[in-house]
């Protein structure tokens, strides 16, 4: 892994730590998101896949819940990382895809109910955290 430097005296990125056993269990397909959920509640990439088909599905309202619970087992997992409330997430490590899944979905459902200030916090919240995947996710 890389380590990076930041030139402007800022904090380091933080690396979320990998669950290859969670990874496995989705990527072969022998466990749904929810499966994953219930063996790994901290594994937020599945409650974004949850957020995410909640919400192609029209319930938004359980996106938002889905997403909401990602959102704050990713920042559980970005504090035990030692991120003290600000700094580079990066996109490029796989492992922190989940949270910066559900901020962006947590966006999105906030959006969709009128949530707006929720909206734009988590937008901007993205965007601070990684440019990339804004520039992802942010469709």
Not at 38 to 44: D, H, N, Q, V, Y
Request: negative net charge; glycine residues 8%; hydrophobic residues 40%.
């Amino acid at each position: 892994m890389t380590t990076h430097k930041n030139l402007l005296g800022g904090p380091d990125p933080t690396f979320l730590s990998e669950n290859e056993e969670a990874y496995r269990l989705l990527g072969e397909g022998s466990q749904s998101p929810a499966e994953v959920v219930a063996k790994f509640p901290t594994f937020s990439l599945a409650w974004a896949m949850l957020a995410d088909d909640a919400f192609e599905g029209g319930r938004v309202v359980e996106s938002y819940a889905y997403a909401r619970t990602g959102y704050h087992r990713g920042l559980d997992a970005l504090r035990r990382a030692g991120w003290k409330g600000h700094g580079p997430i990066p996109w490029s490590h796989q492992a922190n895809r989940g949270f910066l899944r559900c901020l962006a979905a947590l966006a999105r459902a906030a959006d969709a109910i009128n949530e707006k200030e929720e909206a734009d916090r988590c937008w901007q919240f993205l965007q601070d955290s990684s440019e990339e995947a804004y520039a992802e996710l942010r469709r």
